[in-house]
């Protein structure tokens, strides 16, 4: 890891210098809207973490996780930790960032019996790829086929639940696959993010 010595991992959660960061992604609108503000008072005192990977003072990457309870996702499981974003700028590709942050997420969490997350098929976001998401680390348990219901209409993509333990025969996370129809209301940015304009309960429509 060339750069390594020339990175620092931030957790976010209460710093205020990097306080914008916890409202907004790494690019994109600095806007505290509501559904956002409403889950971070809700997540942080459960353990919601952010942190943001600097290289030479730099912003390049970020990492987001926390209990499930609290996480973005319907994922349950007893002592896991729910990663709920991963990224790393395009100009930081290729010096492992997205394992350096991993492995933060590791070390901090040390009682966790494994890590949860979901990955895309097939879907148009170049974020949560199914293949980038396994070079971390996770291995697939269970898809579900979906359409979005507003954008590229008919086009159908897979949401995998992924999993990786960090300790022998630790009991697997499992998903409410209905709920996550509903789409994620807590990151403008996210690829199965649920506009408040739009009024329907699901975003997105199971295929089979």
């Known amino acids: 890891m060339k750069f390594a010595s020339q990175t620092k991992i931030v957790d976010i ?15 994109g609108p600095f806007k505290r809207y509501k559904k956002r503000l409403e889950y971070l008072k809700r997540a942080i005192p459960k353990g919601f973490h952010k942190k943001l990977l600097l290289l030479n003072r730099e912003i390049v990457g970020q990492i987001e ?11 349950t499981g007893n002592k896991i930790i729910v990663m709920n974003c991963i990224w790393v700028l395009r100009k930081a590709k290729g010096h492992d960032f997205g394992k350096l942050l991993m492995e933060d997420l590791i070390k901090s969490e040390k009682d966790a019996i494994g ?12 974020w949560f790829k199914k293949d980038e998401i396994e070079k971390l680390g996770f291995k697939s348990l269970d898809s579900i086929k979906v359409a979005h219901k507003t954008k590229y209409k008919g086009r159908t993509f897979k949401i995998h639940l992924m999993w990786m333990p960090t300790t022998e025969n630790s009991k697997l ?10 789409g994620i ?3 403008i940015l ?8 739009y ?3 699901q975003i997105l429509e199971q295929h089979y």
């Open 13 to 27: 959660t209460r710093i205020v210098e990097y306080e914008k960061y916890l409202h907004r992604c790494l690019a």
């Open 65 to 75: 996780y926390s209990p499930p309870e609290v996480s973005y996702y319907p994922i």
């Open 115 to 126: 890590f949860a997350t979901i990955a895309l098929k097939n879907h148009w976001s170049p």
């Open 173 to 182: 996370p499992t998903w409410n696959q209905q709920k996550l129809l509903e």
């Open 185 to 187: 209301t807590t990151c």
């Open 190 to 197: 996210h690829p199965l993010y649920h506009p408040q304009t």
């Open 199 to 201: 009024e329907q309960k």
